[in-house]
């Protein structure tokens, strides 16, 4: 059961088998009526060239055949298999942020998910990942009746996958994989019957949307390091150790029964990124549908209103701390003071919780206090909205993380697991109180 790469728009021909019989197309993408019909009248026009060898009985016979395969074809209003149908006709429920394109459904953020129910028990779907390195490619996560089925690895480039499970489950797609691994594409699927919609009723769950950086996208959370001299977590980036389903903010958003939207990115920060940078911000990426995309439409804000929403950043604000490049704590407080106005104006309802980041502390870099100051920060950001009379402004510290270690220093999943049974407990306790 699960996914299964078949085929992809490269090869040669298509092939799909019925009744024992297999028949062949030209191309990869779904057999129609114009296409056999196209085949069938080259068929003709070559069978009726003089050079072509063989008797006039031969001939006639083989057009005789033609004809009838032609008529048939033409004849009669029905569909054949196998039925393509788009992706936007069989969803019943979407999360995260996506861009509707003439033929698909692209998405390029992390937990952004796709639900649906099952319309066979064995189908495919067409899936693009425009990821260009088979060894940095997107993954899914797969949901059977909300619950953990696997992780599905793509491969760069549009294949169709193959899906087997039982009729009428109810599957969810979850991307595991950050936006700068690359744009997701989703066109539909291909079915051995015609699609009949499926009744499928959904409990409404609240949304709650994770701001942040590479914690809460889930950088190489799927593995755990210890430190010198037993191990080295400074093992660079892996595709397949990231897992945003497993991250903090998607445990914490089960936890309480909530959807998840991630606007999350590694390096970026409130005020400057991990390389220094101030151009390219969360808060100045943040109404991007594809955060990596400088030329990406804007999300439209009005189609999903979180009622909660966790902003986790600093960490890479204050990592120029360890270059010798300082941080005007006053210039980071007034950054977030104006990012949280700009959140407050779009969603005005939304309860807002500013966190700290477990991958600070007050050792490292010596003597400049990192993990303290950001504590100081978050409160100073709380105490100005708490002035104006806005009781809607939270904030919530996480402690500093300890071994093992993530891919790069990052939190493992033990530490992920940690803290989000800690946030879901301050917002079920505090928070929803």
Excluded at 127 to 136: C, Y
Excluded at 240 to 256: D, G, H, K, V
């Amino acid at each position: 059961m699960g996914l299964l790469c078949l085929l992809d728009e490269t090869e040669v021909e298509q092939r799909w088998e019925k009744g024992g019989t297999t028949y062949s197309f030209a191309r990869g993408m779904p057999v129609t009526r114009q296409g056999v019909v196209a085949f069938v009248l080259n068929r003709i026009y070559w069978n009726l060239q003089p050079e072509k060898s063989g008797n006039m009985i031969e001939k006639f016979s083989v057009l005789f055949c033609l004809l009838v395969s032609l008529t048939s074809c033409m004849a009669g209003n029905e569909a054949k298999p196998p039925y393509f149908v788009p992706i936007e006709k069989v969803l019943t429920r979407t999360t995260g942020r996506y861009e509707k394109q003439k033929e698909c459904i692209s998405f390029s953020n992390p937990a952004t998910a796709f639900g649906f129910v099952a319309p066979e028990n064995e189908f495919y779907i067409w899936i693009e990942d425009t990821s260009k390195d088979s060894l940095q490619c997107n993954w899914f996560v797969m949901e059977l009746d909300y619950a953990l089925h696997g992780k599905i690895q793509l491969k760069p480039g549009k294949h169709m996958y193959k899906i087997t499970v039982q009729k009428n489950q109810f599957i969810k797609l979850i991307k595991a994989t950050e936006a700068f691994v690359g744009e997701v594409r989703i066109y539909g699927l291909q079915l051995h019957q015609p699609y009949v919609v499926q009744d499928f009723i959904t409990s409404y769950q609240g949304d709650i949307q994770f701001i942040g950086n590479s914690i809460t996208c889930g950088y190489g959370n799927m593995v755990s390091i210890q430190p010198p001299p037993a191990g080295n977590p400074l093992t660079g980036f892996h595709a397949a150790n990231e897992n945003a389903y497993q991250s903090y903010a998607m445990q914490t958003a089960r936890l309480i029964d909530a959807e998840p939207t991630l606007v999350s990115f590694s390096g970026k920060g409130m005020y400057r990124n991990f390389d220094g940078d101030t151009n390219e911000t969360l808060p100045k990426i943040y109404d991007r549908i594809h955060l990596q995309s400088k030329s990406s439409a804007l999300w439209n804000h009005d189609s999903q209103s979180p009622e909660i929403i966790v902003i986790n950043l600093g960490t890479n604000d204050y990592y120029g701390e360890s270059q010798n490049k300082p941080l005007n704590d006053t210039v980071f407080v007034q950054t977030y003071i104006q990012f949280v106005d700009k959140l407050i104006g779009l969603y005005p309802e939304a309860k807002i919780i500013c966190v700290n980041s477990t991958m600070l502390n007050d050792a490292w870099p010596a003597g400049k206090m990192c993990w303290s100051r950001l504590q100081e920060c978050v409160k100073k950001v709380q105490q100005h909205f708490e002035a104006k009379g806005n009781r809607n402004i939270y904030r919530f510290s996480f402690a500093s993380q300890t071994a093992p270690y993530g891919e790069d220093y990052h939190p493992s999943l033990a530490t992920h697991t940690k803290m989000a049974e800690e946030l879901s407990t301050f917002i079920t306790t505090v928070v929803n109180q």
